[in-house]
T-cell receptor, first 114, second 115 residues
């Protein structure tokens, strides 16, 4: 059974500092990995999706890397802003192309102090 | 309306009540999902529907009963719930259950409190 772990569970940084969020998974045979953002009391918004054949994806200030062999992904957020305060979830998709199941981590709650 | 909507946004019910959660997607998708999100725990997949057919029941207790009358609407009927069922219930949709790259689009959730 795939298990996804996110450390730390919570993170507080001053505005302008770079954020580093970690995600690890126990079964390296994944189809893709996705990072989501969740604001309090809201649903999830997809930030970045990395296919298993890719090493990283970038969108603006966000960069996500994937090391499938070691079962790790890292989300970097450059020059953090108070608006980046949210919970960040990573999810891995199981290897079969017709298998929709996602395994989620419990998330890292980020607070960016102004 | 765009995206995935859920009603109600908040619900408080007693253990003997019967209520329903509603989800509607305006994206033309064919697959819809119910997830449960408890505090400090990972999202748990509950049910999956693809082209209105249930394709997954992740060992969910029978006090939760899903219904998918068409590809745009998904309901979760609740009866005789327990306090431990209090959680955020999220609905999601995707183009279908297969194919890549694909992502699931989530609604805002219904915050359920069982007294």
């Amino acid at each position: 059974k795939q298990e996804v772990t996110q450390i730390p569970a919570a993170l507080s940084v001053p505005e302008g500092e770079n954020l580093v969020l970690n995600c690890s998974f126990t079964d390296s045979a994944i189809y893709n990995l996705q990072w989501f953002r969740q604001d309090p009391g809201k649903g999830l918004t997809s930030l970045l999706l990395i296919q298993s054949s890719q090493r990283e994806q970038t969108s603006g200030r966000l960069n996500a890397s994937l090391d499938k062999s070691s079962g790790r992904s890292t989300l970097y957020i450059a020059a953090s802003q108070p608006g980046d305060s949210a919970t960040y979830l990573c999810a891995v998709r199981h290897p079969r192309s017709n298998d929709y199941k996602l395994s989620f981590g419990a998330g890292t709650t980020v607070t960016v102090r102004a | 309306e765009t995206g995935v909507t859920q009603t109600p946004r908040h619900l408080v019910m007693g253990m003997t009540n019967k209520k329903s959660l509603k989800c509607e997607q305006h994206l033309g998708h064919n697959a819809m999902y119910w997830y449960k999100q408890s505090a400090k725990k990972p999202l748990e997949l509950m049910f999956v529907y693809n082209f209105k057919e249930q394709t997954e029941n992740n060992s969910v207790p029978s006090r939760f009963s899903p219904e998918c009358p068409n590809s745009s609407h998904l309901f979760l009927h609740l009866h005789t719930l327990q306090p431990e069922d209090s959680a955020l219930y999220l609905c999601a949709s995707s183009q279908d259950v297969a194919g890549a790259p694909d992502t699931q689009y989530f609604g805002p959730g219904t915050r359920l409190t069982v007294l």
